[in-house]
């Protein structure tokens, strides 16, 4: 892998990402660990899941794995949460950690490129990419369970945008630059609050269901621009819509310890 903090990021990213996952869904943590990969090293009978995302253009993720690791996994995160392990369900599960690993993976990129990254729906491939820029081995080590090794492989239009052919950063901001990067939107929320459930908690979800939050009714609401906390605020309604009264803009080392 070439040496680059920017690959580096890209590799540790996705390998932190996928842990989450796991843990989201098992409602326990893995551990996951990423080395370098190679061609030679994929197994020839594996699943591989091909994910395109909106940017760079052209970008797509192809995630691999074979029979013994993939269900490994599936059969683990099934039995955290008390479900059957039946071919279905263990297929699906596996699917569903995927989807949502890349699905925060797009999330990351979006802050790290400072444009909006979306995720298509994953699609079955008979092979892994023809052509990966990146590919990185995640071994996720399982209490009492062989380790699963868990292949992604990053295509060259996605490696190109964070390995840039000189060192200078993804964006500079002298000259006119800054000018340009003044029309450049971003997406901006208000968060209420936040809680984490098992997925045995969230199947039992029903209309009506109360999802008991992180932050009393007084504290105020935090202001998210690009996954970054910016401000905090309190509910305010014009004309018949909410809004947010901003009460105070956080400082830059403040908002680096929330990132999301």
């Not at 760079?56 to 490994?72: K, V």
């Not at 059969?75 to 995927?98: C, H, K």
């Not at 802050?111 to 990185?136: F, H, Y």
């Amino acid at each position: 892998m070439p040496n680059s903090d920017q690959l580096r990021w890209l590799a540790q990213e996705f390998s932190q990402q996928f842990g989450k996952a796991l843990e989201g869904m098992a409602g326990q943590s893995y551990a996951v660990a990423w080395t370098e990969s190679t061609q030679t090293e994929m197994p020839n009978a594996a699943l591989w899941w091909e994910t395109p995302l909106s940017y760079p253009q052209g970008s797509r993720i192809s995630i691999g794995a074979g029979a013994a690791s993939w269900t490994q996994i599936s059969r683990t995160l099934l039995e955290a949460i008390g479900l059957d392990t039946d071919d279905a369900s263990i297929r699906s599960t596996y699917v569903e950690t995927l989807a949502q690993a890349v699905s925060a993976m797009a999330s990351s990129l979006t802050g790290r490129a400072g444009k909006e990254v979306t995720c298509s729906a994953g699609l079955e491939a008979a092979a892994p990419l023809p052509n990966a820029g990146l590919s990185i081995k995640l071994t996720v080590t399982i209490p009492d369970a062989a380790a699963c090794d868990v292949f992604a492989l990053f295509n060259p239009d996605l490696v190109s945008f964070f390995a840039p052919k000189t060192d200078a950063p993804l964006v500079t901001t002298t000259g006119g630059t800054m000018d340009l990067l003044l029309d450049v939107e971003l997406p901006v929320s208000v968060s209420f609050g936040r809680t984490e459930l098992a997925l045995k908690d969230v199947v039992k979800l029903t209309t009506g269901s109360i999802v008991e939050l992180n932050r009393s009714i007084s504290e105020p609401v935090e202001v998210i621009v690009n996954n970054c906390v910016i401000a905090r605020g309190e509910v305010v309604v014009i004309e018949g819509n909410y809004g947010v009264r901003i009460d105070q803009i956080i400082t830059r080392q403040e908002r680096l310890r929330t990132l999301k």
